[in-house]
């Protein structure tokens, strides 16, 4: 560089992302500007190649490396440098290790040129690219970790390793900037399991494994490049054989999305059940019927799907047949009723019968099933995507068919008399709706309970109710002010409303106490037009409260407990469904009657008392309770139900039962009742029995 050339600033290079195609950039170089100074960082050991053309005077230029990390550049820095006569082309073409690189342009001597700067970088590949030269990998229970990359000119990277045991195996890959995918393969090569998330989401397969010997296998999805960081280990697990017939038990746990068909028994049909997490399904060939269930996602809105993976295939090679057309999907009985699966067909006639799956992943695009409004706290709804709502919401977003009647302490309202701003259009029986319980209590539960079921949707505001459409009556039964209803006199209006329209009623009841002989004898008496939803209490305790306790009496009544989702009110991690139970503070109620269980601490619309008296505007984070597990239970019934009005309300309870997804011990049990409810599969249901098939 000439003495007298201008200096040069790090904080001014342009940052370049570049990879294995030749990235082109333009400019002008002059003896009175600033050189021109680029940066651009490596993940891992590359071939570089750069080009500077297209000259018309002459410029050289360098490539450095700010070792010091002072921000000067030493001349021992200066790792290549071209510099050849007058407008003939200059180029650098070395190795580099990982680390951030400058690239200085400058002229030489008082003259001005454009130029053309071309730059491209070829990671190096350690890992075999086909399963035959597969580098091998020794793996313990010590996370083994290992840095390459995946592209259009290695689009495959496979690894092998060997177990000396049955041992669970850990699999995450991570590091992703570009999509890439995850597959364990056995000795011949077939898939065991697969994770094919979207994007750059990490990668995870966690599989219990019997001795012998595997491959995995990292691929670029569309020939995206991307470096990565594989991390394995495996867990030896202890054996126990049984006294009887001495076959042996695995006390690990197998992955739930891929377990591996007994290739001894003939099989036609191969079933795969989900988890409440996201779970990647792997189709496995050499069935006429493949059957998966997703089971709703609590992880959805971190962008983790429930995910089909048929990568190896692409988009056009299939026939698909989607249940939310006009008598479109396949009705299957998986063993808890009848309900409409999605259907794909290969060209060989085999089939996937498929529910609560967000994605299908093929080898040319991604298809997202899923309904996902604009509402700005909707990825925080994890209660929403644990039921399955956003697939439910295929095939209905509620009818007018349906009323929801709330019956609680009414609403909040602001200064100006007006309810929460993203509660839609709400129906009142006189004046009786307004929050006046306790009128030192510092929030409106019902505006918590109706923003669950009822908040406006896909409004760019705030989250989304369950029920977008449904016709909604709000009654304050609670405080004993003037206007109020008590539970039957609120019962009555709500009944003589639904049957004047001609419509089906939901009846929300987020709250436990004693009820007369007159609100029994209605439930009674509509058996197959209105269903109680009802709290199961908050004690913790062995007895379900009243009138939730009413479930074991009438086929109407569903008695509500509460799940938690993958972590608690205070943030500690939970397993999804499990029953909340707090040693000094609440815990769901469980015993005999109880229906089914909700997600509790979830969002929905808040209204907070203020120092006038009215009401404040807001959404709280952690609706919790039987309370809310309820107001959730009523939303899902009002889609089942407007998917099939002709339906009764002891019909729609055993729909809700039947479909659950199962907790605690097999069957019914009185921790869980008949499960965690399962909006979609619930939807799918109740559209088979309109079909026709009982």
């Given at each position: 560089?000439?003495?007298?050339?201008?200096?040069?600033?790090?904080?001014?290079?342009?940052?370049?992302?570049?990879?294995?195609?030749?990235?082109?950039?333009?400019?002008?170089?002059?003896?009175?500007?600033?050189?021109?100074?680029?940066?651009?960082?490596?993940?891992?050991?590359?071939?570089?190649?750069?080009?500077?053309d297209g000259l018309s005077a002459d410029a050289d230029?360098?490539?450095?490396?700010?070792?010091?990390?002072?921000?000067?550049?030493?001349?021992?820095?200066?790792?290549?440098?071209?510099?050849?006569?007058?407008?003939?082309?200059?180029?650098?073409?070395?190795?580099?290790?990982?680390?951030?690189?400058?690239?200085?342009?400058?002229?030489?001597?008082?003259?001005?040129?454009?130029?053309?700067?071309?730059?491209?970088?070829?990671?190096?590949?350690?890992?075999?690219?086909?399963?035959?030269?597969?580098?091998?990998?020794?793996?313990?229970?010590?996370?083994?970790?290992?840095?390459?990359?995946?592209?259009?000119?290695?689009?495959?990277?496979?690894?092998?390793?060997?177990?000396?045991?049955?041992?669970?195996?850990?699999?995450?890959?991570?590091?992703?900037?570009?999509?890439?995918?995850?597959?364990?393969?056995?000795?011949?090569?077939?898939?065991?399991?697969?994770?094919?998330?979207?994007?750059?989401?990490?990668?995870?397969?966690?599989?219990?494994?019997?001795?012998?010997?595997?491959?995995?296998?990292?691929?670029?999805?569309?020939?995206?490049?991307?470096?990565?960081?594989?991390?394995?280990?495996?867990?030896?697990?202890?054996?126990?054989?049984?006294?009887?017939?001495?076959?042996?038990?695995?006390?690990?746990?197998?992955?739930?999305?891929?377990?591996?068909?007994?290739?001894?028994?003939?099989?036609?049909?191969?079933?795969?059940?989900?988890?409440?997490?996201?779970?990647?399904?792997t189709y496995q060939s050499g069935y006429s019927r493949?059957?998966?269930?997703?089971?709703?996602?609590?992880?959805?809105?971190?962008?983790?799907?429930?995910?089909?993976?048929?990568?190896?295939?692409?988009?056009?090679?299939?026939?698909?047949?989607?249940?939310?057309?006009?008598?479109?999907?396949?009705?299957?009985?998986?063993?808890?009723?009848?309900?409409?699966?999605?259907?794909?067909?290969?060209?060989?006639?085999?089939?996937?019968?498929?529910?609560?799956?967000e994605t299908i992943k093929f080898a040319d695009t991604?298809?997202?099933?899923?309904?996902?409004?604009?509402?700005?706290?909707?990825?925080?709804?994890?209660?929403?995507?644990?039921?399955?709502?956003?697939?439910?919401?295929?095939?209905?977003?509620?009818?007018?068919?349906?009323?929801?009647?709330?019956?609680?302490?009414?609403?909040?309202?602001?200064?100006?008399?007006?309810?929460?701003?993203?509660?839609?259009?709400?129906?009142?029986?006189?004046?009786?709706?307004?929050?006046?319980?306790?009128?030192?209590?510092?929030?409106?539960?019902?505006?918590?309970?109706?923003?669950?079921?009822?908040?406006?949707?896909?409004?760019?505001?705030?989250?989304?109710?369950?029920?977008?459409?449904?016709?909604?009556?709000?009654?304050?039964?609670?405080?004993?002010?003037?206007?109020?209803?008590?539970?039957?006199?609120?019962?009555?209006?709500?009944?003589?409303?639904?049957?004047?329209?001609?419509?089906?009623?939901?009846?929300?009841?987020?709250?436990?106490?004693?009820?007369?002989?007159?609100?029994?004898?209605?439930?009674?008496?509509?058996?197959?037009?209105?269903?109680?939803?009802?709290?199961?209490?908050?004690?913790?305790?062995?007895?379900?409260?009243?009138?939730?306790?009413?479930?074991?009496?009438?086929?109407?009544?569903?008695?509500?407990?509460?799940?938690?989702?993958?972590?608690?009110?205070?943030?500690?991690?939970?397993?999804?469904?499990?029953?909340?139970?707090?040693?000094?503070?609440?815990?769901?109620?469980?015993?005999?009657?109880?229906?089914?269980?909700?997600?509790?601490?979830?969002?929905?619309?808040?209204?907070?008392?203020?120092?006038?008296?009215?009401?404040?505007?807001?959404?709280?984070?952690?609706?919790?309770?039987?309370?809310?597990?309820?107001?959730?239970?009523?939303?899902?019934?009002?889609?089942?139900?407007?998917?099939?009005?002709?339906?009764?309300?002891?019909?729609?309870?055993?729909?809700?039962?039947?479909?659950?997804?199962?907790?605690?011990?097999?069957?019914?049990?009185?921790?869980?009742?008949?499960?965690?409810?399962?909006?979609?599969?619930?939807?799918?249901?109740?559209?088979?029995?309109?079909?026709?098939?009982?």
């Amino acid at each position: 560089m000439p003495e007298n050339a201008p200096k040069i600033f790090i904080d001014s290079a342009t940052q370049l992302s570049i990879n294995t195609s030749p990235q082109i950039f333009t400019d002008t170089v002059s003896s009175l500007e600033a050189n021109d100074l680029y940066s651009f960082n490596l993940k891992g050991r590359s071939s570089f190649d750069l080009t500077l053309d297209g000259l018309s005077a002459d410029a050289d230029v360098k490539l450095i490396q700010d070792r010091n990390g002072n921000g000067k550049f030493e001349k021992d820095e200066t790792i290549a440098y071209s510099n050849k006569a007058g407008k003939l082309a200059e180029s650098i073409r070395t190795s580099l290790e990982a680390g951030t690189y400058y690239i200085e342009v400058y002229p030489y001597g008082n003259i001005q040129t454009n130029y053309r700067l071309s730059v491209s970088a070829v990671p190096f590949d350690s890992a075999g690219n086909t399963i035959n030269d597969a580098h091998e990998v020794a793996i313990d229970s010590q996370p083994k970790s290992i840095s390459d990359w995946v592209g259009k000119l290695d689009s495959k990277d496979y690894y092998k390793f060997n177990l000396d045991n049955t041992s669970d195996l850990n699999i995450v890959l991570d590091g992703l900037s570009a999509d890439a995918d995850l597959r364990l393969l056995s000795s011949q090569g077939n898939i065991l399991a697969s994770s094919v998330n979207l994007g750059t989401l990490n990668e995870a397969i966690a599989q219990t494994l019997a001795a012998g010997t595997y491959y995995v296998q990292v691929n670029s999805y569309n020939n995206s490049e991307t470096y990565y960081n594989l991390h394995l280990s495996a867990f030896p697990i202890e054996i126990i054989p049984t006294s009887a017939d001495n076959t042996t038990v695995n006390t690990g746990i197998t992955s739930v999305s891929s377990p591996i068909p007994t290739s001894a028994i003939p099989q036609t049909t191969n079933t795969f059940q989900g988890t409440l997490r996201a779970d990647t399904f792997t189709y496995q060939s050499g069935y006429s019927r493949t059957i998966f269930s997703g089971n709703g996602n609590v992880d959805y809105g971190s962008g983790a799907r429930d995910l089909l993976d048929l990568s190896d295939f692409i988009s056009s090679s299939v026939v698909l047949n989607y249940a939310n057309s006009p008598d479109g999907g396949v009705v299957y009985n998986s063993g808890n009723g009848n309900r409409i699966f999605d259907a794909l067909t290969f060209g060989d006639g085999s089939e996937i019968l498929f529910e609560g799956i967000e994605t299908i992943k093929f080898a040319d695009t991604t298809m997202d099933l899923s309904v996902t409004p604009n509402d700005p706290l909707f990825s925080q709804q994890w209660n929403l995507h644990s039921m399955g709502v956003h697939n439910a919401w295929r095939f209905t977003t509620g009818a007018d068919n349906v009323i929801i009647g709330i019956q609680d302490t009414g609403l909040g309202v602001d200064s100006s008399g007006n309810i929460h701003p993203d509660l839609r259009g709400t129906n009142f029986i006189g004046n009786n709706y307004l929050d006046e319980w306790s009128k030192s209590s510092s929030f409106s539960h019902g505006t918590l309970v109706q923003g669950t079921i009822a908040a406006a949707s896909n409004n760019g505001i705030g989250g989304a109710g369950i029920n977008w459409n449904s016709d909604v009556i709000n009654i304050d039964v609670v405080g004993d002010d003037a206007p109020d209803y008590t539970l039957a006199t609120a019962t009555q209006a709500m009944i003589n409303r639904a049957k004047t329209q001609g419509k089906r009623l939901v009846v929300n009841i987020s709250l436990a106490g004693g009820y007369s002989s007159e609100f029994e004898q209605l439930i009674a008496d509509n058996q197959n037009t209105a269903l109680f939803v009802i709290a199961a209490g908050n004690g913790n305790t062995n007895t379900i409260s009243s009138p939730a306790d009413l479930a074991q009496k009438y086929g109407n009544v569903v008695a509500v407990g509460s799940s938690w989702g993958n972590k608690d009110y205070f943030g500690n991690a939970r397993t999804p469904g499990e029953r909340i139970s707090y040693d000094n503070w609440w815990g769901s109620n469980y015993g005999n009657g109880l229906t089914v269980t909700a997600p509790s601490e979830f969002t929905s619309t808040s209204a907070n008392r203020n120092a006038s008296g009215s009401f404040d505007f807001g959404y709280n984070q952690n609706f919790n309770g039987t309370s809310a597990s309820t107001a959730n239970v009523s939303g899902v019934a009002s889609l089942i139900w407007s998917v099939n009005p002709n339906l009764s309300a002891t019909q729609i309870k055993a729909i809700i039962s039947e479909t659950a997804y199962d907790l605690g011990s097999q069957g019914y049990d009185t921790v869980y009742g008949n499960g965690f409810i399962n909006a979609d599969a619930g939807v799918r249901r109740a559209l088979a029995i309109a079909r026709g098939f009982a």
